[in-house]
């Protein structure tokens, strides 16, 4: 009752505190973020310090290396995560935006203006540097936010929303701005999915089993995505170095987060002269491959030493690691039906150098974002020039792709009368 009753206090100081960002001026907002990435890195001690905590806690619960990296902050990832916070304070502000504008019969003029979407409740797992963008991109966007990270990340969140929230009080904003559920009771985490006389979206970012629980549990409108099984197909027509080159660069150069590459699909021309190459690619890393029954011969004759039989589990799933599933497919249709069957919605693309079947590609698969010859590993706000991002939304409705300050507005109708009544 106790801890029900505190979530209930902490709804409404972040409603209140969202009314006090309604008001806010985009230049005090922004002096507010450039104030956090100063205070990133005049605390780093501290934080690395509590993150190495949480990172022993971690590995005596027998965390994945998977997770372990995700929750791994080191002198790098600290600065990076302060340079995306200046980031966010140079982007244009969209709260207050005019969408667009007409003017109706009698001289009535309408319009629609963006809003803040007012408070925002942030579910997620092992990723300390959420807490920070999740918290820039609230601000910007004039939202209120109450976070919940897992377990695994309590010293490091801790020490994180200090910081966040001294920047709030240096600057005469309620520190309720950003909040943070201490508690690891998982309790908790239902209690916030039915606060909706305070939060007005949950945002969950972990693995497929949060979202299913948010999705059955919430009584706020939930936005679902984060769960990448991503795929690339090798058309009969491409650049085959160039090829190799994106799928490497796909699976490995970061294989534990949402947009790495899952499934690669080889056209069966090109796979007696792709895959040798691809298997001499992979082989360093290491990429344990798990080839369907026609591609496991091009890599079992290069010798390539990670290798097996790939299960019908194996495609669908989001490895999260050095681990990529290939199949060889008779055609483009194929692919595109086995990416309709598999994917995620997230992130798929094709590697080709024929128009029309590029054009097909990226018309019929349905995914949030669809690449034409480049790694899905741009599914990122930074990389598409939004700044940090709150989630990859994969859903359909509100927002798509990666999620950042519009993503966090909703509008409202303005309408200008001259003392007009309907007739």
Same mark, same amino acid.
């Given at each position: 009752?106790?801890?029900?009753? $505190?979530?209930?206090?902490?709804?409404?100081?972040?409603? $209140?505190? #969202?009314?006090?960002? !309604?008001?806010?001026?985009?230049?005090?907002?922004?002096?507010?973020?450039?104030?956090?990435?100063?205070?990133?890195?005049?605390?780093?001690?501290?934080?690395?310090?509590?993150?190495?905590?949480?990172?022993?806690?971690?590995?005596?619960?027998? /965390?994945?290396?998977?997770?372990?990296?995700?929750?791994?902050?080191?002198?790098?990832?600290?600065?990076?995560? %302060?340079?995306?916070?200046?980031?966010?304070?140079?982007?244009?502000?969209?709260?207050?935006?005019?969408?667009?504008?007409?003017?109706? *019969?009698?001289?009535?003029?309408?319009?629609?203006?963006?809003?803040?979407?007012?408070? !925002?409740?942030?579910?997620?797992?092992?990723?300390?540097?959420?807490?920070?963008?999740?918290?820039?991109?609230?601000?910007?966007?004039?939202?209120?936010?109450?976070?919940?990270?897992?377990?695994?990340?309590?010293?490091?969140?801790?020490?994180? +929303?200090?910081?966040?929230?001294?920047?709030?009080?240096?600057?005469?904003?309620?520190?309720?701005?950003?909040?943070?559920?201490?508690?690891? $009771?998982? %309790?908790?985490?239902?209690?916030?999915?039915?606060?909706?006389?305070?939060?007005?979206?949950?945002?969950?970012?972990?693995? #497929?089993?949060?979202?299913?629980?948010?999705?059955?549990?919430?009584?706020?409108?939930?936005?679902?995505?984060? =769960?990448? +099984?991503?795929?690339?197909?090798?058309?009969?027509?491409?650049?085959?170095?160039?090829?190799?080159?994106?799928?490497?660069?796909?699976?490995?150069?970061?294989?534990? +987060?949402?947009?790495?590459?899952?499934?690669?699909?080889?056209?069966?021309?090109?796979?007696?002269?792709?895959?040798?190459?691809?298997?001499?690619?992979?082989? *360093? +890393?290491?990429?344990? =491959?798990?080839?369907?029954?026609?591609?496991? *011969?091009?890599?079992?004759?290069?010798?390539?030493?990670? /290798?097996?039989?790939?299960?019908?589990?194996? &495609?669908?799933?989001? &490895?999260?690691?050095?681990?990529?599933?290939?199949?060889?497919?008779?055609?483009?249709?194929?692919?595109?039906?086995? =990416? #309709?069957?598999?994917?995620?919605?997230?992130?798929?693309?094709?590697?080709?150098?024929?128009?029309?079947?590029?054009?097909?590609?990226?018309?019929?698969?349905?995914?949030?974002?669809?690449?034409?010859?480049?790694?899905?590993? &741009?599914?990122?706000?930074?990389?598409?020039?939004?700044?940090?991002?709150? #989630?990859?939304?994969?859903?359909?409705?509100?927002?798509?792709?990666?999620?950042?300050?519009?993503?966090?507005?909703?509008?409202? @109708?303005?309408?200008?009368?001259? @003392?007009?009544?309907? *007739?």
């Amino acid at each position: 009752m106790t801890q029900a009753l $505190d979530l209930q206090v902490m709804g409404k100081l972040a409603k $209140d505190s #969202a009314r006090e960002l !309604l008001k806010t001026s985009t230049e005090h907002k922004n002096a507010v973020i450039q104030t956090i990435a100063s205070l990133l890195r005049r605390h780093e001690t501290d934080i690395l310090l509590a993150n190495q905590a949480d990172l022993v806690a971690a590995q005596a619960a027998g /965390l994945s290396e998977a997770m372990l990296d995700r929750l791994r902050l080191d002198s790098g990832r600290l600065e990076a995560i %302060a340079r995306e916070a200046e980031n966010v304070a140079r982007l244009a502000d969209p709260v207050g935006q005019e969408i667009d504008e007409r003017m109706l *019969p009698g001289g009535l003029r309408l319009r629609r203006r963006r809003v803040p979407i007012g408070v !925002l409740g942030v579910i997620y797992e092992a990723r300390p540097n959420v807490t920070v963008d999740v918290a820039c991109l609230a601000l910007k966007s004039g939202n209120a936010v109450i976070l919940r990270g897992g377990k695994e990340t309590l010293q490091s969140n801790r020490v994180l +929303v200090q910081v966040l929230q001294e920047a709030l009080l240096a600057h005469q904003l309620p520190e309720a701005c950003i909040q943070l559920i201490e508690s690891p $009771d998982r %309790a908790l985490v239902g209690e916030l999915l039915r606060l909706d006389q305070y939060v007005d979206m949950i945002i969950p970012r972990g693995g #497929a089993g949060l979202h299913q629980f948010c999705r059955e549990n919430a009584t706020i409108p939930v936005i679902t995505g984060g =769960i990448g +099984v991503c795929h690339l197909y090798a058309d009969a027509f491409l650049d085959l170095d160039g090829a190799v080159d994106v799928i490497h660069n796909a699976k490995v150069q970061r294989p534990t +987060v949402c947009n790495a590459l899952d499934t690669l699909l080889v056209h069966h021309s090109v796979a007696p002269d792709l895959l040798p190459m691809l298997a001499e690619s992979l082989a *360093p +890393v290491p990429v344990e =491959i798990r080839a369907d029954v026609q591609a496991y *011969p091009y890599f079992e004759q290069a010798g390539y030493p990670r /290798l097996n039989k790939a299960t019908h589990e194996d &495609f669908g799933t989001e &490895f999260l690691d050095l681990i990529l599933s290939v199949r060889i497919v008779e055609d483009l249709d194929e692919a595109l039906d086995h =990416i #309709a069957s598999h994917s995620s919605g997230h992130s798929d693309g094709i590697l080709t150098l024929k128009g029309d079947h590029a054009e097909r590609f990226l018309n019929e698969v349905d995914s949030a974002v669809v690449y034409l010859n480049a790694s899905t590993r &741009f599914t990122d706000g930074a990389q598409f020039g939004l700044g940090a991002e709150v #989630a990859v939304s994969t859903q359909k409705l509100h927002a798509r792709g990666p999620m950042a300050l519009e993503g966090l507005t909703t509008y409202k @109708w303005l309408f200008e009368g001259k @003392w007009s009544v309907r *007739p």
